[in-house]
């Protein structure tokens, strides 16, 4: 291999990233952009319950089933005082529930009887309406364990209340977003898939081919372009989800680099794999999507455990470096992991990272020959 060779090859794939608009977008702009976009999206329920309350009792005993609904950060109440109020919040989207509590609750639960209370649940939008409910039912068991206390009736079904180590109370926000710094790097991944296909489509591959250049400085410096310039586009990306969202980072910076290059090394090589299948930038686009996108949102374990009892989704979800670098960028902001504690996920990168360079060059090769 040539240096002098690899370095004007390097050259030529800087100076294609910064003359190409799309392609400049795609490695240094898009990644941040479309984190913001993502994160708004699946963490625009994670915030308070707004609920609708209407008390027609008006009795020590119902405000202190309010208060148990306000001991926390779950719920925001409104007061209401008529099914209509409660009807028109709904549907102006105001609130996300409403609670009837009915006249004579008190005398009910003193005599000893079940006193029902009404809830009224916006069915439009199911995930909402099915965290109301849920959280409704947890501060019910509270208030059924204070009234056992209060008046010595047997207690009711104990209440798991959870608390994850490491997180504040935003945890849910906290960890999508850090989970979605691995699908946002995908952008930068497509665009070299993109530029090996666009040189196929423009008749300039065969021009280098005729060169002395060979294969594997070629695909060297291609591959060394695109994952420093895409290290670059981190620095956005870490400021939007550190900055913006207020995501905590306890990790090395140091280490965050050097496993995102990791990262990077083996998404490129699949990329070039990709490139060298295709003949045109619209295959080698929609090929990408498909096969960094899809797997990414469903199977790397960013919103739901991988299953592992599917024996080809499990494959799928290993050989796909989306999936070890979601483990890593969660680990490194929320827990402050380090080298040793992720070795598990960084050595699976840095074998696809071998395994996907070498199958770039081995189908560069074959079409080359």
């Not at 490695?27 to 941040?32: D, E, G």
């Not at 952009?33 to 308070?48: D, E, H, R, Y």
């Not at 609920?51 to 089933?65: E, K």
């Not at 995501?247 to 990709?274: H, Q």
Request: glycine share 6%.
């Amino acid at each position: 291999m040539s240096i002098k060779r690899l370095a004007s090859i390097l050259t030529k794939e800087y100076r294609h990233i910064f003359r190409e608009p799309r392609t400049l977008w795609m490695v240094f702009l898009s990644p941040a952009f479309v984190l913001i976009t993502l994160s708004m999206v699946f963490t625009s329920g994670a915030g308070q319950i707004e609920l609708a309350l209407w008390d027609q009792d008006h009795t020590t005993l119902s405000r202190q089933f309010i208060s148990t609904l306000t001991s926390d950060a779950d719920f925001s109440v409104t007061r209401v005082s008529d099914y209509e109020q409660i009807g028109s919040s709904l549907t102006s989207r105001h609130v996300d529930a409403g609670i009837v509590i009915p006249p004579g609750f008190a005398s009910t639960v003193q005599a000893g009887g079940t006193a029902p209370i009404q809830v009224i649940l916006d069915g439009v939008d199911t995930s909402v309406a099915g965290r109301a409910s849920s959280s409704l039912l947890g501060h019910a068991a509270d208030f059924g364990a204070q009234l056992s206390k209060q008046y010595l009736v047997p207690p009711p079904p104990i209440r798991i209340k959870q608390q994850s180590a490491y997180l504040p109370p935003a945890a849910d926000r906290d960890s999508m977003v850090s989970g979605l710094i691995p699908i946002v790097f995908s952008l930068p991944v497509i665009a070299a898939a993109l530029a090996l296909a666009r040189e196929r489509e423009r008749g300039t591959l065969e021009t280098l081919v005729a060169t002395p250049v060979r294969s594997l400085e070629y695909l060297g410096g291609k591959l060394i372009a695109y994952v420093t310039a895409s290290l670059v586009g981190l620095v956005p990306v870490w400021l939007t989800a550190s900055v913006l969202f207020g995501v905590p980072f306890r990790g090395s910076p140091i280490l965050l680099v050097v496993l995102t290059a990791d990262f990077l090394m083996a998404s490129v090589g699949l990329a070039i794999v990709i490139g060298n299948l295709v003949k045109s930038q619209q295959a080698a686009t929609v090929l990408s999507l498909f096969v960094f996108f899809v797997p990414a949102f469903f199977l790397s374990g960013l919103s739901d455990p991988i299953d592992t009892t599917d024996l080809v989704s499990t494959l799928v979800s290993y050989i796909m470096p989306t999936t070890h670098f979601v483990t890593i960028c969660r680990a490194l902001f929320l827990k402050g992991a380090t080298l040793i504690e992720l070795w598990r996920p960084s050595l699976m990168l840095l074998g696809l990272s071998t395994v996907w360079t070498l199958l770039g060059a081995l189908s560069f090769r074959k079409r080359i020959a």
